[in-house]
């Protein structure tokens, strides 16, 4: 029997971009042993991601060959392992991939590959012995009990078998890691890629990854592994160097072992050219006249009497080695169904806890999380499992689609694990919201054929795949062009016009104008609206200070506020109701008084001047909720924030002639 697994001949791969064609590969020829250490070395833009997408079939190869040579493999029992029931024998003659349609490279990849991507690609919303077990859903050999089993020996190798029921946001960089590891070995394949595996860990955690490859080749597996660390390069059975898409010689391999070891560089998911194009095909919508959801039916079952997501007091401290940390402080919110909300703050602040608790991934230290009624962490963790994938559809910045999987079952995905919709109905179903979001000529393909907007549109369809009354979006638009981006958020405002209850965090300020509401958070507490609206230049944290000291009033209808003359010692904002400011003395028939609404404040000129009242205030027909700000943090804040001095002056200059103009006309009378 042969011992080459891989062989690769003259490969060539050319991305066709908006600047001109890109060529990766030039003529790549490679044989690949079976049971070696293969390490592809090579620095950023190298071609070494796309060098291990044409292996594992991933992308289409432009021209030249790659034949996968299957090997007889001996199983438990002592005997060989049956073909499967669909796609190419597992033994037998080469396997030309680039000659397999879309299934049958589905088939062939879930039992001959398992690939090991750097930044995990494990589900956030099940467990971690749900993760392994995910690629035998999808190869047809899941059974329950057996799988089961199964997930808990691999967990048990790669030492984590006491975080089974553990979801991926509780366990750290390198546990992800080695979870991901145990799943791309659970159908036992005989070839395991890996696209720098250790790239986001610390050097301690990046040994232990680097040690479980050494010993699956020791027990036969044949490892591919992509990394720029040049101080691997001895503990590889072999090492390639790949520079400018081609394999250098050997002279140019030595020289490029003497060069800095240990630099960190980051290695593109593919060439950073593709996503320049400015062709229509990096829009979600490859016809922006259509009405993207125009066909598109939901659910509208819940219960609107009571709020879609409810925080009461919420606290969430954190405890390491190094002490306690409170990344939540009393957090109270209400988001009604049918609100398009955005969460806005600086990083750190506390945005991504919050989320964390509101979708049941994390667990409040104190306080109560209520979601359409129902106290989550009031559920067991299965139980919550459950409840998130059919209440709750969740878009991350990264998109999160497994590689492997086509953007359909990527969409299907979801109603596999929540139980819902008949198993016939599932891919009409996920069919349907690929159309939605303009996907329908992409439904077949793999993620890394479309563009980065394609991807986050497939990601919205999925997170639509179980029909939840709640999106919860993780900086949807931070990787896209501003057309991709623009079309995500016309997505998002659609879905909350058809009731949908929408939540996404962001860093750009142009999106919070398309959402009904603005939340912001700073140092884990909530700044009070009526702060952020009345004096939007001050930044978070001032808002905060200002939120902290504000103290609320409530006047019933017609009381007076302020007396003429009176020493004014704070600002007065206005909250709900509404206020008349009017000078004393002025006829009646001369003026009614003006009327502030909320978000308007007074009592500016009196402090910047240092005078009495220069006009009474009365409260409105209804009772009316004001806002004080003490004099000394009216100071605090004119010396700080420039804007926000020159945005007061200006309107105390308005108000000084206003009063000038109305004392002229007391004398006139």
């Not at 049956?82 to 879930?110: H, M, T, Y």
């Not at 078998?161 to 005989?190: C, F, M, W, Y």
């Not at 902290?548 to 409530?554: A, F, G, N, T, V």
Request: aromatic share 6%.
């Amino acid at each position: 029997m042969s011992d080459t697994i891989f062989q690769l001949k003259d490969i060539t791969k050319i991305y066709g971009t908006g600047a001109g064609d890109f060529t990766a590969l030039k003529g790549i020829t490679l044989d690949v042993k079976k049971g070696e250490f293969l390490g592809i070395i090579g620095k950023s833009g190298a071609g070494k991601t796309t060098l291990l997408n044409m292996i594992s079939g991933v992308s289409e190869i432009t021209s030249g060959q790659v034949l996968f040579i299957p090997q007889i493999q001996i199983g438990k029992n002592g005997q060989s392992p049956k073909p499967s029931s669909a796609g190419p024998p597992i033994s037998g003659g080469p396997i030309s991939i680039g000659d397999l349609d879309q299934d049958e490279l589905a088939v062939w990849r879930g039992e001959n590959m398992g690939i090991v991507y750097q930044s995990f690609e494990l589900m956030p919303q099940i467990d971690l012995v749900n993760n392994i077990m995910m690629p035998q859903e999808f190869a047809g050999h899941f059974r329950p009990g057996p799988s089961r089993e199964q997930a808990l020996e691999l967990l048990n190798i790669v030492e984590l078998s006491e975080h089974a029921n553990k979801l991926p946001a509780h366990t750290s960089g390198g546990q992800k890691q080695r979870v991901a590891i145990a799943r791309a070995l659970v159908n036992d394949p005989p070839v395991i890629v890996a696209d720098e595996p250790t790239g986001n860990l610390d050097s301690v955690t990046a040994e232990t990854i680097f040690n479980i490859f050494c010993r699956l080749v020791d027990q036969g597996k044949t490892v591919i592994m992509v990394t720029h660390d040049t101080e691997l390069i001895p503990r590889f059975s072999r090492s390639l160097h790949i520079s400018d898409g081609e394999l250098v010689d050997e002279a140019a391999s030595a020289a490029y072992k003497g060069e800095s070891a240990g630099a960190h560089i980051e290695e593109p998911a593919a060439p950073i050219t593709i996503e320049s194009s400015p062709e229509p095909a990096i829009s979600i919508n490859d016809s922006p006249q259509k009405p993207l959801l125009a066909n598109f039916k939901t659910s509208t079952n819940h219960d609107t009497s009571k709020a879609a997501i409810c925080l009461e007091n919420v606290v969430k401290t954190y405890v390491n080695a190094a002490g306690s940390f409170t990344a939540l402080k009393g957090i109270d919110l209400d988001i009604e169904y049918g609100q398009f909300v955005s969460l806005v703050g600086k990083s750190g602040s506390g945005k991504s806890t919050l989320l964390n608790m509101l979708t049941g991934i994390d667990h409040p230290t104190s306080g109560c999380v209520t979601i359409g009624g129902e106290d989550i962490y009031s559920l067991s963790e299965s139980k919550r499992a459950l409840w998130r994938g059919r209440n709750v559809g969740i878009v991350f910045q990264f998109f999160q689609l497994l590689p492997t999987l086509t953007l359909l079952e990527n969409t299907i995905l979801p109603m596999d694990y929540c139980g819902v919709y008949d198993y016939q109905e599932r891919p009409a179903r996920a069919l349907e919201l690929l159309k939605m979001v303009g996907l329908e000529e992409h439904v077949h393909d793999l993620p890394a054929n479309v563009s980065n907007g394609q991807q986050q549109a497939a990601a919205i369809a999925r997170s639509l795949a179980t029909d939840p009354p709640i999106i919860v979006a993780d900086e949807p638009t931070g990787n896209l062009d501003t057309r991709s981006a623009d079309v995500v958020i016309g997505v998002f405002q659609e879905l909350a016009l058809r009731g949908k209850t929408i939540l996404i965090v962001t860093h750009d300020p142009s999106l919070t104008s398309r959402t009904d509401r603005t939340v912001i958070i700073s140092d884990g507490e909530l700044i009070d609206p009526i702060v952020s609206s009345t004096l939007p230049t001050l930044d978070h944290p001032q808002m905060l200070q200002a939120t902290h000291d504000l103290e609320k009033r409530l006047y019933e209808p017609g009381e007076t506020i302020i007396r003429q003359g009176d020493l004014v010692n704070h600002l007065y904002i206005v909250v709900n109701g509404n206020v008349t400011v009017r000078p004393d003395g002025l006829p009646e028939s001369e003026m009614a008084g003006i009327k502030l609404a909320p978000n308007q404040f007074f009592g500016e000129v009196e402090l910047m001047d240092g005078e009495h009242a220069i006009a009474t205030v009365h409260a409105g027909d209804d009772p009316v909720e004001l806002a004080l700000l003490t004099k000394d943090h009216f100071y605090k804040i004119m010396a700080e924030s420039p804007n926000t001095m020159a945005l007061v002056e200006d309107i105390a200059r308005q108000r000084r002639e206003e009063n000038l103009a109305h004392l002229q006309l007391r004398v006139k009378a």
